[in-house]
């Protein structure tokens, strides 16, 4: 399950999940998602998904690799820059605020990512 290109992007934040009160408010469950451009298949997340419904918006709290990605949330909305595909080109993601948590997030441009759900025990 382990690619070489996530071998190499691992950061300790991506050896488990993070159970917050999001998660809670979610339903308490959680999977991990590995997150590739539907396009070319070009590998972009290992994101942690709470609770069900559709995939509309990463928190950005919540990716969890490759690294370059990785505390994003910590930097102001309007410093992040929208997010392509370095490999062909298609659109992924814009950075927002999503309002209700006041939570930054990317949100999805639509059919841009593929999901595959993944174990985090490797
Ligand atoms: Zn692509």
Redesign the pocket.
Known sequence: MKSDFWYNQLTMKSRKFIKDKHRSVRGGKAQMLELS?S????KFFHYQKDGAGPLLRLYLDRIHAPAKYVGMEKRAIKDLKVID?K????LIAMPAMYKLEKRKSLRLFEGALTKKRIRLNK
Do not use: I
Request: aromatic share 0%; hydrophobic share 0%.
């Open positions: 451009c396009k070319c298949g070009e595909c490999k062909c080109g298609r």
